[in-house]
């Protein structure tokens, strides 16, 4: 897949996220809380025993292009019986995200202050690119949502964090990619 196509395809996923963003109930309601102990883990299960998680799990990957002392990159196993708002599990991962002026959180701009907006980025013509999280980030550097249903493929999700649910045994990632890489989650 050439870089065009693929800065087409990430374009049309964010699109697609935007308008079903647009179409999900505004009347105020809360979110339908999930059913499980809101408690998260690192280990590879929630118990820690090296078992898969039996909720669901966070998936954090950066770009190596993205050199940081403090990273928020790693997979946090969220307990969970029921299905819970992406949001929600992004937030029991101990993660904070960002949106953008123009989108709100219906585009996620930073997750944990990554990138910062001192950050340089190079862009693919060699420029410094700075993220001021004012509309929609470049096309050359951006998170992206993706899901993981069980013993299913990574593909990208195809609501934005507010909206989309998840379910026990399902992943969740948050991926930030620069200049193409990586093109979807590894772990």
Same mark, same amino acid.
């Given at each position: 897949?050439?870089?065009?196509?693929?800065?087409?395809?990430?374009?049309?996923?964010?699109?697609?996220?935007?308008?079903?963003?647009?179409?999900?109930?505004?009347?105020?309601?809360?979110?339908?809380?999930?059913?499980?102990?809101?408690?998260?883990?690192?280990?590879?299960?929630?118990? $820690? @025993?090296?078992?898969? /998680?039996?909720?669901?799990? %966070?998936?954090? +990957?950066?770009? #190596?292009?993205?050199?940081? =002392?403090?990273?928020?990159?790693?997979?946090?196993?969220?307990?969970?019986?029921?299905?819970?708002?992406?949001?929600?599990?992004?937030?029991?991962?101990?993660?904070?995200?960002?949106?953008?002026?123009?989108? $709100? @959180?219906?585009?996620? /701009?930073?997750?944990?202050? %990554?990138?910062? +907006?001192?950050? #340089?980025?190079?862009?693919? =013509?060699?420029?410094?690119?700075?993220?001021?999280?004012?509309?929609?980030?470049?096309?050359?550097?951006?998170?992206?949502?993706?899901?993981?249903?069980?013993?299913?493929?990574?593909?990208?999700?195809?609501? $934005?964090?507010?909206?989309?649910?998840?379910?026990?045994?399902?992943?969740?990632?948050?991926?930030?990619?620069?200049?193409?890489?990586?093109?979807?989650?590894?772990?």
């Amino acid at each position: 897949m050439t870089t065009t196509s693929r800065a087409l395809a990430a374009t049309a996923a964010l699109l697609l996220t935007l308008t079903l963003a647009a179409c999900a109930p505004s009347d105020g309601a809360p979110t339908e809380s999930p059913t499980e102990s809101a408690s998260a883990s690192t280990e590879a299960g929630a118990d $820690g @025993d090296g078992d898969a /998680c039996a909720g669901v799990e %966070v998936v954090v +990957e950066l770009s #190596a292009a993205i050199e940081l =002392d403090e990273s928020p990159a790693g997979v946090t196993c969220i307990e969970a019986d029921a299905p819970i708002a992406a949001s929600d599990a992004v937030a029991e991962a101990g993660l904070t995200t960002e949106g953008t002026e123009e989108y $709100g @959180d219906q585009v996620v /701009c930073r997750v944990d202050g %990554v990138p910062a +907006e001192d950050f #340089a980025i190079t862009a693919p =013509d060699g420029t410094d690119y700075f993220e001021t999280c004012a509309s929609m980030p470049a096309a050359f550097a951006y998170w992206s949502l993706w899901t993981q249903p069980v013993d299913g493929e990574w593909g990208y999700a195809q609501e $934005g964090l507010a909206t989309l649910q998840v379910q026990p045994g399902e992943r969740l990632a948050l991926l930030f990619t620069v200049n193409d890489e990586p093109a979807a989650p590894s772990a």
